[in-house]
């Protein structure tokens, strides 16, 4: 099939989730990613079809045969963390969202995934702490800085995680002082 076919496709496959024709978009995923199973954009159109239509396991399953052949992607790394929490399993989640950070140190969207499982595990001062990077990749020094004094309230007699916390807050206190 050429490349422009598949791409027509591709968009029948997002506009069939975002028009509620759902069923049809996993079939037309299905044939897409047996095509190019290789192809990320692919593989995430037929795991969010499945999630659509209500398949969250077969998604799931979608996603870590993905991991397995490209383990740093932080594409497919934020998807399958995202699909992780949903279903209610944060803890699996971090290391796959460790693993995107690896390869993308700098995302955002990442450090808002890490956020969301430390806070869904009950780990307020880390999540406040993936949050404080989330507004700093932003641009949002101040409120970088307002997260990291939250997650220094929640911190629960870790020295190591203070630590890392005061260090990191002195450092974008540092930035957000011009002309020193």
């Known amino acids: 099939i050429p490349e422009s076919a ?20 996993v079939e037309l995923a299905l044939s897409l ?19 659509a239509v209500g398949n969250l396991n077969g998604a799931l399953k979608v996603l870590a045969e993905a991991m397995v052949m490209v383990p740093d992607d ?13 279903a209610g399993k944060p803890d699996q989640a971090k ?14 969207r990442l450090f ?10 009950g780990r307020t001062a880390e999540s406040f702490q993936a949050l404080a990077e989330y507004h700093y990749l932003s641009g949002d020094l101040q409120t970088a800085l307002a ?3 939250a997650a220094l309230q929640h911190v629960q007699a ?3 995680l ?19």
């Open 147 to 149: 997260k990291l004094t």
């Open 112 to 121: 808002k995934l890490l956020a969301r499982a430390e806070g869904e595990l």
């Open 33 to 51: 990613r047996a095509q190019s199973p290789e192809n990320i954009f692919y593989v995430v159109g037929l795991a969010e079809s499945l999630q």
């Open 6 to 25: 598949s791409a027509g496709r591709y968009g029948l496959v997002l506009t069939g989730l975002r028009t509620g024709d759902q069923n049809q978009s």
């Open 158 to 160: 870790s020295a190591y």
């Open 162 to 180: 203070t630590a890392s916390i005061t260090a990191r807050r002195n450092e974008i206190l540092l930035l957000s002082k011009p002309g020193e």
């Open 95 to 108: 290391p796959v969202i460790r693993a995107g950070l690896r390869a993308l140190p700098y995302s955002r």
């Open 74 to 86: 932080p594409v497919l790394a934020s998807y399958y963390a995202d699909m992780l929490i949903k």
